[in-house]
């Protein structure tokens, strides 16, 4: 009978599939950036119509985010969510194509392409914040944001050296046919065994009464039954007339410059300004981004502890933050070294405090008002990932201009303390959003 009271632990195998989901979606953002080199060679491309095309998946990704987190709020996160990701590997595994078959240009059709994979996977984080906002309470909440967010790394660590692999053994079109049949299979897995945890066949009335007491909305996917537009202006107002969210917003902005850096430019970087090989460069890669994993679960449980411990909910989330911001503009110091060593060790350095800082998500689901989750997340993404437009296009230039990455180094860097201006400047306390009526 006491056995019938212990909590079932489901929603660790929830926050693990998302985990590996994210891993993917990030994955294949990042297919460019390994398979760039040796596709720019061949298909003849400048370095500013690379950075173009890095940028391409962001512009859709920006542009998807306000109405995919709309089409959650309606629609729930399963249908959604699986929807979006047969989407973006179908269009993942498309990039392969181009130069193979006759008409219309490789870089408008790789742009194309990649714009249809950022549209595709304007969903996922958003749905990722309304699935830990549903199966985590407030004093676990930074640790499962964080775990999902420190997919970013994981997936370089992961898929880098594969992807390398891949270019060097089968040439770089194999990477996004592999990437997209991967993609297929995460789909099926995300439409087994993720449910709300209303409906979950595994969860038990312990576990469930566990999260619920603790702050979980575990009824945020039954509120679509009602299908309730919440993408109206009046609903996008309150977002963005809110001090603390736009600060919330800005800082996300900042942070990403860093992400999409090295998602797109990094391994390039290696290659070109550090003599590396792309196999090299492929294992290279992996290096900071094993420490950007490390920082963000240290970030997330750092958070967590010091809620539990004080609990203030301010001093929880802004202090993981400012530490590690302030530890990622080590990527600076890359501009004064030349030993291919001491470069990688900074920017493990530079990643490591970047990980640390990743607790956007975490932040969302503390504040977000409880009826408009996925509009909140998609306003939140659209401001973050505008710096996957800024970022690619300002290096492609900078690196065109002066020939050298060690400027692109430095904005990249200077966004670390926005980072930290944003959250002790403009957000103040961090709290629940209240709608007015």
Known sequence: MAAAEQPTR??????ALIFLITSINYADRATFSIAGNAASHELGLSAVQTGFILSAFAWAYVLAQIPGGAL???FGTKRIY????LLWSLCTALQGVPGLVAGGTAVATLFALRFLVGLAEGPSFPGNARLVAAWFPGPERGTAAAIFNSAQYFSIVAFAPLMGWLVHAFGWRSIFWAMGALGLAAAASFAAFIHSPLRHPSINSAELRHIEEGGGLVGIE??????QRTFTWPNLRQLLSSRMMVGIYLAQYAINVLTYFFVTWFPIYLVKERGLTIVQAGFAAAVPALFGFAGGLVGGF?????LKRTGSLDVARKAPIVAGMLLATLIIGCVFVQAQWLVIALMALAFFGKGVGSLGWAVMADVSPKELAGLAGGVFNTFGNVAGIVAPIVVGYIVGATGSFDLALVFVGG???LTIFAFLVIVGPIRRLELTS
């Open 10 to 15: 489901v929603r660790h195998r929830i926050i």
């Open 72 to 74: 959650l709020d309606r």
């Open 82 to 85: 699986v929807g979006a990701i």
């Open 222 to 227: 039954e509120r679509v039954e009602a299908k």
């Open 302 to 306: 750092a958070s967590d502890l010091i």
């Open 415 to 417: 966004h670390c303390l």
